[in-house]
């Protein structure tokens, strides 16, 4: 599979077309901020771009674990306000019966729920912030989809990657009016963006910790064979509203997530680390998880 790793290695940026084998090196290459988001925009192969970075030298090689490299979401422009981070809910086919949608009936879009700007995301090992007293947390491993906005805000398609879409899924059963709250809060995303089309099997296991003992486990599966909708149904409506449609627009769109420790009754706690082994594309999400401190009141 064909990736892009973007990073910042000694105050300039960099990219990595390669995955490399545990303990490896990586191979980076200087990079313009917005070389890659430019190539999506522009209607041209992202390959390609890939191949002059290539071809125009510079390469670095760089430990996994120096203390310089600091990885990045996926195409993340400087500007937060330049991303948006949304998705879709109820999207999972063991919500309809096991079913899919039948073939030629009149589409009924799923749930869609905004998540936050670029900044909002976050990578493996950083702590994920929720609110202070939330409900009930769950855990949602998800393919997130990654369009790049050309000059006319016609979305253009990246590639895909892997994404926590940790929320407070006991307020919203309080109220599902109150989902909008329930949303806000820290999203883990992976930085390998795979390019290719959505995935149809994502298989994985998701292991939560809670002072250094395992304290739940389960299985999951994220692929497009597990949704009800097709993708590109689903895709091609939220595209319709001009408002994810302005010129130069990174939307980074998380595409659901099945049943998770909530469900099995587990409850996630302050100081949890929650792991996302994605085992069919080898990428791991591992985050500690801390409620937040209200704002000091004056």
């Known amino acids: 599979m064909s990736v892009v790793f973007e990073s910042e290695y000694q105050g300039r940026r960099h990219a990595a077309f390669e995955r490399p084998g545990p303990g490896e090196p990586l191979t980076l290459y200087p990079v313009g901020e917005g070389q890659l988001r430019e190539a999506v925009a522009g209607g041209g192969d ?3 771009a890939v191949a002059d970075i290539r071809a125009a030298g510079g390469a670095v090689t760089v430990d996994p674990g120096d203390p310089q490299l600091r990885p990045l979401p996926p195409l993340l422009p400087t500007v937060s306000g330049d991303a948006l981070l949304s998705g879709f809910m109820g999207t999972h086919k063991s919500k309809f019966g096991g079913e899919s949608a039948p073939v030629g009936a009149p589409f009924v879009p799923p749930k869609w729920f905004f998540k936050g700007f670029g900044s909002w995301l976050r990578l ?16 949602e491993p998800e ?10 805000g016609e979305p253009r398609y990246a590639g895909y990657t892997f994404g926590n879409d940790l929320c407070d899924i006991g307020l919203h059963r309080q109220d599902p009016g109150y989902n909008p709250y329930c949303k806000l809060c820290d999203t883990a995303v992976s930085p ?16 939560i910790e809670r002072d250094g003992a395992v304290a739940w486990e389960g299985n999951f599966d994220c692929g497009a064979d597990a949704l009800y909708h097709p993708v590109r149904d689903m895709v091609d409506h939220l595209f319709t509203f001009p408002a994810v449609r302005r010129p130069g627009l990174v939307n980074y769109v998380l595409l659901g997530a099945d049943q998770a420790s909530f469900h099995d009754g587990f409850r996630i706690a302050d100081g949890d680390r929650v792991t996302i ?13 801390a409620y937040g401190t209200p704002p000091a009141t004056p």
């Open 192 to 207: 390998w963006l795979f390019l290719g089309e959505p995935p149809a099997t994502v298989t994985g296991r998701v292991t």
């Open 277 to 289: 082994d994605v085992k069919s594309h080898g990428v791991v999400l591992s985050n500690p998880i």
């Open 46 to 48: 992202l390959a390609r």
């Open 143 to 152: 393919v997130l989809l990654v369009y790049v906005n050309d000059a006319r």
């Open 124 to 139: 493996p090992d950083e702590t994920l912030t929720v609110p202070a007293e939330p409900v009930a947390l769950i855990e």
